[in-house]
């Protein structure tokens, strides 16, 4: 896609984004990278429009009390929650039950929705009202981005959502600046890595066979300096495999075939969300490997996979085993599980699941 200079006139970028919706159809994301914004500018340029002055999206700034919202999130009743990063599209269906916080983390432990939130990403919200092109049916939406304008996490009201209820939320927690228009600032650049050599790679190990809980992970790579890839480079092979990345189609539609319970965890900096329970329709389109089920979808990007790692970690449950997929920057795309709850050994069937994606990979390659 052909990229036109920036564009800091809100009427101009709500004006763009009316032709690119009805002339396209294309989505925000999309019309953010055309105009050569990010997608936090492209909606807080609707903030004073209105529906009935014929724009197509509306939008509404909410205070920063991001906790506090989330916080009133369940009187919605069930709606979709969306998670996303460059390369891996994460939306689950259900109710923002048990949401709690300390200081900048939170959680929501609802069943469905199960979320690891860290609000000190969060720096803009807003209430999205929108109108298709063609259409006359308005789409309600809560959308949150980060001081850079990309979006950390995004709710949309279902059918069966309590419309009512969306109201009073935004009412209550409306801010009182609702002029056009944010300021955005560029990215951190990513912490270097550190040279293997400089690491303590006896250490490192000795420290990942001794790990008793999932959770330790980071805080082992925090001890010893290690970026996520590059620890799995470092790692005992007993505990790290490489795959063969044209294997993650494989890996899905096996755990789909089987009725293996999975969890997939898709996140960015602001945001880790979590879908734990079987998944059934795999299909391809294009570049895209898709679950689409009634109440979970995932969309990945096949061609942004870099690499594709088996890991095994320790606990005192026993081997917990996961299929981690990284880009070409090192990011994390999408880490896949086995179903599983603390003091709960893994589901054999996932690991025959992994270990035979990992022999059909093997044969391949030779």
């Given at each position: 896609?052909?990229?036109?200079?920036?564009?800091?006139?809100?009427?101009?970028?709500?004006?763009?984004?009316?032709?690119?919706?009805?002339?396209?159809?294309?989505?925000?994301?999309?019309?953010?990278?055309?105009?050569?914004?990010?997608?936090?500018?492209?909606?807080?340029?609707?903030?004073?429009?209105?529906?009935?002055?014929?724009?197509?999206?509306?939008?509404?700034?909410?205070?920063?009390?991001?906790?506090?919202?989330?916080?009133?999130?369940?009187?919605?009743?069930?709606?979709?929650?969306?998670?996303?990063?460059?390369?891996?599209?994460?939306?689950?269906?259900?109710?923002?039950?048990?949401?709690?916080?300390?200081?900048?983390?939170?959680?929501?432990?609802?069943?469905?929705?199960?979320?690891?939130?860290?609000?000190?990403?969060?720096?803009?919200?807003?209430?999205?009202?929108?109108?298709?092109?063609?259409?006359?049916?308005v789409q309600r939406s809560?959308?949150?981005?980060?001081?850079?304008?990309?979006?950390?996490?995004?709710?949309?009201?279902?059918?069966?959502?309590?419309?009512?209820?969306?109201?009073?939320?935004?009412?209550?927690?409306?801010?009182?600046?609702?002029?056009?228009?944010i300021a955005v600032t560029?990215?951190?650049?990513?912490?270097?890595?550190?040279?293997?050599?400089?690491?303590?790679?006896?250490?490192?190990?000795?420290?990942?066979?001794?790990?008793?809980?999932?959770?330790?992970?980071?805080?082992?790579?925090?001890?010893?300096?290690?970026?996520?890839?590059?620890?799995?480079?470092?790692?005992?092979?007993?505990?790290?495999?490489?795959?063969?990345?044209?294997?993650?189609?494989?890996?899905?539609?096996?755990?789909?075939?089987?009725?293996?319970?999975?969890?997939?965890?898709?996140?960015?900096?602001?945001?880790?969300?979590?879908?734990?329970?079987?998944?059934?329709?795999?299909?391809?389109?294009?570049?895209?490997?898709?679950?689409?089920?009634?109440?979970?979808?995932?969309?990945?990007?096949?061609?942004?996979?870099?690499?594709?790692?088996?890991?095994?970690?320790?606990?005192?449950?026993?081997?917990?085993?996961?299929?981690?997929?990284?880009?070409?920057?090192?990011?994390?795309?999408?880490?896949?599980?086995?179903?599983?709850?603390?003091?709960?050994?893994?589901?054999?069937?996932?690991?025959?699941?992994?270990?035979?994606?990992?022999?059909?990979?093997?044969?391949?390659?030779?």
């Amino acid at each position: 896609m052909t990229s036109m200079p920036p564009i800091c006139n809100t009427e101009l970028v709500a004006s763009e984004f009316a032709r690119l919706r009805r002339e396209k159809k294309a989505r925000h994301r999309d019309i953010a990278e055309e105009l050569a914004i990010s997608e936090g500018e492209l909606i807080a340029a609707h903030a004073g429009l209105s529906l009935a002055d014929g724009a197509l999206l509306v939008a509404e700034r909410l205070q920063a009390d991001w906790p506090a919202i989330v916080q009133a999130l369940e009187p919605l009743g069930e709606v979709m929650a969306l998670t996303r990063n460059a390369s891996c599209v994460h939306e689950k269906t259900g109710v923002y039950r048990k949401a709690s916080h300390n200081n900048h983390v939170g959680l929501v432990l609802g069943g469905d929705i199960d979320l690891r939130v860290f609000y000190r990403q969060w720096a803009h919200g807003f209430a999205v009202r929108e109108v298709n092109a063609g259409e006359h049916e308005v789409q309600r939406s809560l959308q949150f981005f980060d001081a850079a304008g990309h979006a950390v996490h995004k709710i949309f009201m279902k059918p069966q959502s309590d419309l009512a209820a969306y109201d009073a939320l935004v009412a209550h927690f409306a801010d009182a600046d609702q002029a056009a228009g944010i300021a955005v600032t560029a990215p951190a650049a990513p912490s270097a890595e550190l040279p293997d050599a400089q690491i303590d790679v006896a250490g490192f190990r000795a420290a990942w066979a001794d790990l008793r809980d999932t959770h330790e992970f980071f805080t082992l790579l925090k001890k010893y300096s290690v970026s996520r890839l590059q620890g799995l480079r470092l790692a005992e092979a007993r505990f790290v495999q490489q795959l063969d990345k044209s294997c993650v189609l494989d890996l899905l539609n096996s755990a789909a075939l089987e009725k293996v319970a999975i969890m997939a965890f898709v996140g960015n900096a602001g945001m880790i969300q979590i879908h734990s329970g079987p998944v059934h329709k795999i299909a391809v389109m294009g570049p895209w490997i898709n679950v689409l089920d009634a109440r979970f979808n995932l969309h990945l990007r096949e061609d942004h996979i870099a690499s594709a790692w088996v890991v095994k970690k320790p606990t005192v449950d026993g081997l917990v085993t996961s299929v981690e997929l990284f880009d070409a920057k090192g990011d994390t795309i999408v880490m896949f599980f086995g179903e599983r709850k603390p003091g709960v050994h893994e589901l054999c069937e996932w690991r025959n699941v992994v270990e035979r994606v990992l022999q059909e990979g093997e044969l391949c390659a030779a």
